[in-house]
């Protein structure tokens, strides 16, 4: 019913920027929440940021003040635009769409130098 492809991701150096995006196609017209998370290798997979369909906005403590997440209603997607990274926040990035439940492929994000 709803389709989520994630790009955007890639290699980039500390300090850098990357913009996610999350294309949304199908039938996105129950969607109330959209959210990015994150996992590394080991880990949990954590949530990162958040948008609801009114426009209001979370971010997890560890990216707050670097991420912004918005959504582009016209165009059906939803950024993540993420400044002055940092090597922990390399990670496997997915997009998240509810109710019900849907999720992208995701992207891979590697801050390295």
């Known amino acids: 019913q709803v389709q989520l492809v994630e790009s955007g991701g890639g290699l980039v150096q500390p300090g850098g920027s990357l913009r996610l995006s999350c294309a949304a196609s199908?039938?996105?017209?129950?969607?109330?929440?959209w959210k990015w998370y994150r996992q590394a290798p080991g880990k949990e997979r954590e949530l990162v940021a958040v948008?609801?369909?009114?426009?209001?906005?979370n971010y997890a403590d560890s990216v707050k003040g670097r991420f912004t997440i918005s959504r582009d209603t016209v165009r059906n997607t939803v950024a993540l635009q993420m400044n002055s990274l940092k090597p922990e926040d390399t990670a496997v990035y997915y997009c998240?769409?509810?109710?019900?439940?849907?999720w992208g492929q995701g992207t891979q994000v590697t801050v390295s130098s």
């Open positions: 948008i609801s369909r009114g426009g209001g906005t």
């Open positions: 998240h769409a509810a109710p019900p439940s849907y």
């Open positions: 199908g039938s996105i017209f129950s969607i109330n929440l």
